[in-house]
């Protein structure tokens, strides 16, 4: 039954177990939504192509009265009248009223439900999650946040990627009690930050929030990824600093255990300056051995380990599922690792259950013990590559090793001078192994 939609009408209507509708008997179609919890809407129901559709105007209460809202539904059911869906024409402009920060949101979302794919046709990892997250909120929103996604121009891209490169978005502040956040821009940053705002253009092209992509065309810095390779000195030297870390922690333990033995009396042994982990040192020399990168080392379990073939098998990794073929100087490494009961991890942490966490910042004292303070860690990955290639093993071989799926990542180690890809990985770590050890 329909009445005359009032004030006093909207007031009386109270709340059932489930929502219902008064039917204004002045406009047909337009009408009242009272839901549960007792709030209202107005809303309106239509044909439009012959098939009926609902439009919610909006909560009771300002801007919306029975008036505001009856008036509404009349300019609704004239647009329906004249070819207009008012629903689609509500999300055209919702559309055009999205903002770049908004747009980033949705993103996000999106790909962290799988909806995103990377050149490999697989979901993005959740480290590479973190990273779109960082650059959309050090560098995306500050800049372009507020601006609509339809008005974005190539112009605006190009500007961007100039205020980026020259540290606009340059910050260094406290995050939480013991945290700081450094952001320094320049022209990687720049580079890699339009390389991500050209996905989520994409993305926004492929749900018709606008028709091209303004990011094609806009000429990026070359990205100066650094490739640092360790000459058979720092390898040296390395191998040094790292056998040094192993005796500090096997005379760390000998003096816990003396200091056990006489009681526990008085204060317990320092742990000596030099003395890092094994799990961290056990990883670093992976690293090295392997070509393999951080996270694929730390996550190792013991189930992964093919000794029989000589693999590595990782169910996932950056570029999906890959074995990686590993010489005997590995293998012995690995099978160097205490096994923990309820641990599948191979380099184990200090939580139950868990791999080693920390390893960058242990890595930040090796190197700077072993003078090679610009070397990070993803260049002992390098430096493998490096090995290789200058020892004569082709680049496809490489490839094959380092889990490349494209040439053209192989091809960077081009200007240093399956079984095949297993007898190379032998040959490198072999080479590696010694290197660490023996002066050249």
């Not at 129901?45 to 909560?59: S, V």
């Not at 949705?106 to 990377?118: D, R």
């Not at 009396?265 to 003395?275: D, L, V, Y």
């Amino acid at each position: 039954m329909a009445i005359k939609l009032t004030l006093q009408a909207i007031k009386a209507a109270k709340p059932r177990a489930e929502r219902y509708t008064l039917w204004d008997s002045e406009l047909k179609g337009f009408g009242l939504r009272v839901n549960a919890d007792g709030s209202k809407s107005y809303a309106l129901k239509y044909l439009f192509r012959g098939r009926q559709r609902w439009h919610t105007i909006g909560k009771h209460g300002s801007p919306w009265t029975v008036e505001t809202a009856r008036n509404e539904a009349l300019r609704l059911l004239s647009q329906a009248r004249n070819g207009v869906d008012p629903n689609e024409a509500k999300q055209v402009q919702a559309n055009a009223d999205l903002t770049i920060a908004e747009l980033c949101d949705v993103y996000l979302e999106a790909a962290h439900a799988g909806q995103i794919l990377t050149k490999f046709d697989e979901p993005k990892k959740a480290s590479t999650l973190l990273t779109d997250a960082s650059r959309i909120e050090r560098h995306i929103k500050p800049l372009l946040g507020r601006k609509r996604v339809q008005e974005v121009t190539s112009d605006h891209i190009d500007a961007f990627l100039h205020d980026v490169a020259a540290g606009k978005t340059a910050l260094d502040v406290k995050t939480g009690r013991r945290g700081r956040a450094i952001v320094e821009g320049g022209r990687g940053a720049a580079t890699r930050t339009v390389g991500l705002l050209g996905g989520i253009f994409a993305f926004a092209v492929r749900k018709r929030l606008r028709p091209d992509n303004p990011v094609r065309g806009v000429q990026r810095f070359r990205d100066g990824r650094n490739e640092r390779f360790l000459s058979g000195q720092e390898l040296l030297r390395l191998g040094q600093v790292l056998a040094a870390c192993d005796e500090a922690w096997k005379q760390h333990v000998a003096n816990l255990s003396a200091w056990v033995e006489a009681g526990g009396r008085g204060k317990s042994p320092r742990t000596p300056m030099q003395a890092e982990s094994p799990s961290a040192i056990g990883a670093i020399r992976l690293l090295l051995l392997t070509g393999a990168r951080k996270s694929e080392v730390l996550q190792l379990k013991w189930a992964h380990v093919d000794r029989e073939q000589g693999y590595l098998r990782l169910p996932t990794s950056k570029t999906g599922a890959k074995a990686i073929p590993i010489g005997t100087a590995a293998l012995t490494l690995i099978e160097g690792q205490p096994k923990f009961e309820h641990n599948p991890y191979v380099f184990t942490g200090n939580v139950a259950g868990r791999h080693f966490v920390g390893l960058s910042k242990v890595w930040e004292r090796v190197r700077v013990t072993a003078d090679l303070p610009d070397v990070r860690l993803h260049d002992l990955r390098h430096s493998f590559a490096s090995v290789g290639a200058s020892s004569g093993n082709s680049l496809p071989l490489l490839g094959a090793i380092l889990g490349h799926r494209d040439h053209k990542t192989t091809q960077r180690y081009a200007h240093i001078a399956r079984d095949p890809a297993r007898a190379a990985a032998e040959h490198v770590s072999n080479l590696i192994a010694t290197s660490l050890t023996t002066p050249r």
